[in-house]
């Protein structure tokens, strides 16, 4: 059995995505925790349902560091294909219960597709009907107009289906670990394949729920009993802003923007 990846050198050890997985693993980390005391209207759960697929994501992202340390890069592109997928299903799921709920009318108090999903009785639709419901809604159209304004998601989706797929024959070679390719490049594709998706996947949550960017501070006076000051309801968690500031505003500022102007959080452009 082969042993030595002679091919991981300096350079690939320490390239700025092994960074990236670890600052978004924190993040989603820090943000299902965040989520976790907003209830989820449609369902019986007691725990906000989006903090266990965070959690999941978190782990997608450390199974993504291990699998690039191996040198195989065919296989965190399936994990990436695989994330993106999580991203766009988790929206779906947010919008399926908005879209649906009616405080009076209580036959929406339980949204038959997410507690089919919930239970394990009912499977959600398939990722073209999902994703497509996503691209149709009304409430997302903003951020989906400026996400469509060019093909780089087309791209992110097809480096992800090359290399699932082996459409070609150097995807088989980058999995091999103890091949000598250059992979550098490769690197810096899946680096900013995984930001493109990490971006959609925080403008478009945020957009829709504005609530979960919100820092602890109003729930942590309150627990302690002392009366929260005035708008604090409305701080910005700081592992959101910081990310924020880090990779969204610098990479794109149009979805940015939009998603400052569309919410009532103090979140600082």
Same mark, same amino acid.
Request: glycine share 6%; hydrophobic share 35%.
């Given at each position: ?9 300096? /350079? ?19 943000? $299902? ?10 369902? $019986? ?91 149709? *809604? ?16 087309? $791209? ?5 289906? /090359?290399?699932?797929?082996? +459409? ?17 490049? *490769?690197?810096? +594709? ?26 602890? /501070?109003?729930? /942590? ?9 005035? $708008? ?29 102007? *569309? ?7």
């Amino acid at each position: 059995m082969k042993s030595t990846n002679y091919q991981l050198d300096k /350079d690939y050890l320490n390239h700025k995505v092994f960074k990236r997985l670890r600052e978004y693993s924190k993040f989603y980390d820090q943000l $299902g925790f965040g989520v976790m005391g907003f209830i989820t209207t449609s369902t $019986g759960s007691m725990v906000n349902i989006d903090t266990y697929v965070y959690s999941s994501m978190q782990g997608t992202m450390d199974s993504m560091w291990s699998t690039l340390r191996k040198g195989q890069i065919g296989d965190a592109y399936a994990l990436l294909r695989k994330f993106y997928d999580s991203t766009i299903i988790n929206i779906y799921t947010n919008l399926i219960i908005e879209d649906n709920f009616n405080i009076e009318d209580p036959s929406t108090f339980k949204n038959p597709t997410i507690d089919g999903w919930l239970k394990g009785g009912k499977q959600l639709p398939e990722y073209r009907i999902v994703s497509q419901y996503v691209k149709d *809604s009304t409430k997302l159209k903003p951020i989906t107009d400026l996400l469509a304004r060019d093909s780089r998601y087309k $791209g992110v989706r097809d480096r992800c289906n /090359d290399h699932t797929h082996y +459409n070609f024959y150097r995807h088989v070679l980058l999995n091999d670990g103890q091949i000598y390719q250059e992979r550098i490049i *490769s690197l810096n +594709n899946f680096l900013h394949d995984l930001d493109q998706i990490f971006i959609q996947h925080f403008v478009y949550l945020f957009y829709l729920n504005g609530h979960y960017l919100m820092a602890s /501070d109003y729930t /942590d006076y309150m627990d302690v009993g002392m009366t929260p000051p005035d $708008g604090c309801q409305y701080w910005v968690a700081p592992y959101v802003q910081t990310v924020f500031d880090k990779y969204v505003k610098p990479k794109r500022a149009d979805l940015a923007k939009e998603l400052v102007n *569309s919410t009532s959080m103090e979140l600082i452009l």
